[in-house]
């Protein structure tokens, strides 16, 4: 991996591939990955993990690919053991993994997922959230895992629910993970990134979770060139970052497609 210094005295974070930026990742990782739908898909080094031939893998995300892209990739490998999520959608073979006790899946609601994420980033071991009082999300019972046959083998245990002001709320537990995986439309040599719209979704609160987290970049600039006024994550949440070819940077799918009557 690079550790060279760059003349502001930071490190300089750019690996040669993205190959290179995932070569230590183990079996059985905890992986937190950015992206919503087919935007801000870290689709490269995604790849990368899938030819490296990582298996057991314990996702997090809002959702876990689509269209045959993205984690879609390592699901239909069978890579991927547990996913924390908050999203099916369409696909197909998620949900048929899940239903059949092949995947282990914990469904946790959007913004919590969101919380989760951004409290495991700023060092919060806990919080509470109205979101899931008097659901199965805080009474437990949620299929974890299925046996196959229609039985539940694994539910979710009951949380810690306690009111506040007269409210019910219940205790929801940060999001650490050994690595996580994010796109930026820019980024510098330290770090420094910036999201493009919609694609700024999932993304910061991710990385800001991973004890490794590595970007891959559309666009690769100088330190100094970013503002920082519109740097959307700061460089301390990622070590490492990799420079897509144009051609890599240009290859997006559209998930539904639209048009005027």
């Not at 050994?178 to 719209?197: E, T, Y």
Request: charge should be neutral; hydrophobic fraction near 45%.
């Amino acid at each position: 991996m690079a550790d060279s210094t760059s003349v502001r005295g930071a490190p300089d974070k750019v690996v040669g591939s993205a190959a290179e930026a995932v070569a230590d990742l183990p079996d059985g990782a905890s992986l937190a990955v950015g992206g919503f739908g087919l935007s801000g898909v870290p689709n490269v080094l995604i790849s990368a993990i899938h030819a490296r031939g990582t298996n057991g893998l314990r996702v997090v995300s809002n959702n876990c690919g689509a269209k045959e892209s993205g984690l879609a990739v390592l699901l239909a490998a069978g890579r991927i053991a547990r996913v924390t999520g908050s999203y099916i959608g369409a696909n197909k073979e998620f949900a048929r993994q899940y239903l059949s006790g092949e995947l282990e899946v914990e469904l946790i609601p959007q913004g919590t997922l969101a919380e989760r994420l951004r409290a495991g980033g700023c060092g919060i071991p806990a919080f509470y959230t109205p979101a899931g009082v008097g659901t199965l999300v805080a009474d437990g019972g949620l299929p974890w895992r299925y046996d196959g046959v229609g039985g539940v083998a694994l539910a979710s245990p009951p949380k810690e629910v306690r009111a506040f002001d007269g409210v019910d709320h219940v205790l929801e537990h940060g999001i650490r993970t050994d690595f996580a995986l994010v796109r930026a439309a820019r980024g510098d040599r330290h770090g420094n990134l910036v999201f493009r719209r919609s694609a700024r979704n999932f993304n910061p609160l991710a990385a800001m979770a991973g004890r490794i987290t590595v970007a891959e970049v559309e666009e690769l600039v100088e330190p100094g060139a970013l503002d920082p006024d519109t740097i959307h994550l700061p460089g301390v949440f990622v070590q490492r970052v990799v420079a897509l070819t144009p051609e890599q940077a240009a290859e997006k799918q559209i998930e539904q497609r639209t048009v005027r009557g």
